[in-house]
């Protein structure tokens, strides 16, 4: 079965450091990743995606994420992490085999503190 | 484009009555996907559909929820009769239907019922 899993529930990092948000997945054949963020009382807004290709991907904000396939993981990534980076961060795979449907996983909450 | 249009932003209404929530997708895209977001069960998906048919709705918690599609660029998700536990913020989301595609979503209905 399509899945995404997000083990972290909330992540705490200080303003400047580098941050990881994980995410792992298990697809039937490609995966099609994505990354996405919620700020308060907002709709969910899209970050990056993985298609094919380079396994660094470069998105909105500054993050980026890493493709592992052995792993099978799309960790999210920042070099410096900002306080306005707090939000809610959701992982997804789109299935391909299944009418193109997307899989959210739980979410995690990143908290940067200056 | 001014993206995904949900209509209204809040709904406070009382047990037992109809409620109707309703999305204007973005142009063009052929998926449309319907959310509700709590702090107990997080993202879930209730319904899906692509070329305004309903692909997949395993997600619709029970007969009190129904949703249609009347044509691309419309869709509403209606509760009838709504209950407390309904209480959430819907959103909906609509994507092209390719797997490649990212999905871009409202900015969600906050609907309390009292």
């Known amino acids: 079965a399509q899945s995404v899993a997000q083990p972290e529930d909330q992540v705490n990092v200080a303003e400047g450091n580098p941050l990881t948000v994980k995410c792992t997945y298990s697809v039937s054949g490609n995966p099609y990743l994505f990354w996405y963020v919620q700020y308060p009382n907002r709709g969910l807004q899209f970050l990056l995606k993985?298609?094919?290709?380079?396994?660094l991907v470069k998105g909105s904000y500054g993050f980026e994420a890493e493709f592992n396939k052995s792993q099978t993981s799309f960790h999210l990534k920042k070099p410096s992490a900002l306080v306005s980076d707090s939000a809610l961060y959701f992982c997804?795979?789109?299935?391909?085999?299944?009418?193109?449907?997307?899989?959210f996983g739980s979410g995690t909450k990143l908290n940067v503190k200056p | 484009d001014a993206g995904v249009i949900q209509s209204p932003r809040h709904e406070v209404t009382e047990m037992g009555q109809e409620v109707t929530l309703r999305c204007k997708p973005i142009?063009?895209?052929?998926?449309l996907f319907w959310y509700r977001q709590t702090m107990m069960r997080g993202l879930e998906l209730l319904i899906y559909?692509?070329?305004?048919?309903?692909?997949?709705d395993s997600g619709m918690p029970e007969d009190r929820f129904s949703a249609k599609m009347p044509n691309a660029s419309f869709s509403t998700l209606k509760i009838q009769p709504s209950e407390p536990r309904d209480s959430a913020v819907y959103f909906c989301a609509s994507s092209a239907g390719y797997p490649n595609t990212e999905a871009f979503f409202g900015q969600g209905t906050r609907l309390t019922v009292v």
């Open positions: 142009s063009g895209h052929n998926s």
């Open positions: 997804a795979v789109r299935d391909m085999s299944n009418f193109n449907k997307f899989y």
């Open positions: 993985y298609i094919t290709g380079d396994n």
């Open positions: 559909f692509n070329n305004n048919v309903p692909i997949d």
